[in-house]
T-cell receptor, first 114, second 115 residues
Framework: DGGITQSPKYLFRKEGQNVTLSCEQN?????MYWYRQDPGQGLRLIYY???????QKGDIAEGYSVSREKKESFPLTVTSAQKNPTAFYLC?????????????FGEGSWLTVV | AQSVTQLGSHVSVSEGALVLLRCNYS??????LFWYVQYPNQGLQLLLK??????LVKGINGFEAEFKKSETSFHLTKPSAHMSDAAEYFC?????????????FGKGTMLLVSP
């Protein structure tokens, strides 16, 4: 089935460590996104990418990095510079730069700092 | 800049009662508006969206929303709540970021349904 796969579902990180969250889609979508979700805060945009080898910072990019080497993959690295990384992370994709296009979401990954 | 305000972080209804979740938006361009639902520990699923045309939009699971430009609103309704409707609901508006299209979300409304 077509969709967006995020892994791992649950991840624990020690302070000072970098971790990478995987996101793969087989929808042939050009655009991909990373959102962070905290209780009561809604979803906030971390990074987005419209094409391979191109990505843009969102509203809360500090302490995060991404790459887009393949159309179907958009991994997110949470670096040690991110001071409060414990959150639910959602990867999403859409067909591209047309306003009104639906953005589809993966099942999310929980990151906890221990 | 675009923004979304959802009134009420929690809404409680009885099974069979009307569901009304409020969403107001701010947009400097004609808005494209979305409602998503999120069940615990899962991603977001699209309920419905407004792009152009008819202002009353019907979605999945019996939900509908009406775009009212004069009120800058896009409230979500369902005539009769089911227990399975208990979830968190997010309203979103298309946003332009440095020439790229993204979505800006409200903070969400948790719908609680009691028997």
């Amino acid at each position: 089935d077509g969709g967006i796969t995020q892994s791992p579902k649950y991840l624990f990180r020690k302070e000072g460590q970098n971790v990478t969250l995987s996101c793969e889609q087989n929808l042939n979508h050009d655009a991909m996104y990373w959102y962070r979700q905290d209780p009561g805060q809604g979803l906030r945009l971390i990074y987005y990418s419209q094409i391979v080898n191109d990505f843009q910072k969102g509203d809360i990019a500090e302490g995060y990095s991404v790459s887009r080497e393949k159309k179907e993959s958009f991994p997110l690295t949470v670096t040690s510079a991110q001071k409060n990384p414990t959150a639910f992370y959602l990867c999403a994709s859409s067909t591209g730069q047309v306003a009104g296009n639906t953005i589809y979401f993966g099942e999310g990954s929980w990151l906890t700092v221990v | 800049a675009q923004s979304v305000t959802q009134l009420g972080s929690h809404v409680s209804v009885s099974e069979g009662a009307l569901v009304l979740l409020r969403c107001n938006y701010s947009s400097s361009v004609p808005p494209y508006l979305f409602w998503y639902v999120q069940y615990p520990n899962q991603g977001l699923q699209l309920l419905l969206k407004y792009t152009t045309g008819a202002t009353l939009v019907k979605g999945i699971n019996g939900f509908e929303a009406e775009f009212k430009k004069s009120e800058t609103s896009f409230h979500l309704t369902k005539p009769s709540a089911h227990m399975s409707d208990a979830a968190e609901y997010f309203c979103a508006v298309t946003a332009m970021n440095s020439g790229y299209i993204t979505l800006t979300f409200g903070k969400g409304t948790m719908l609680l349904v009691s028997p």
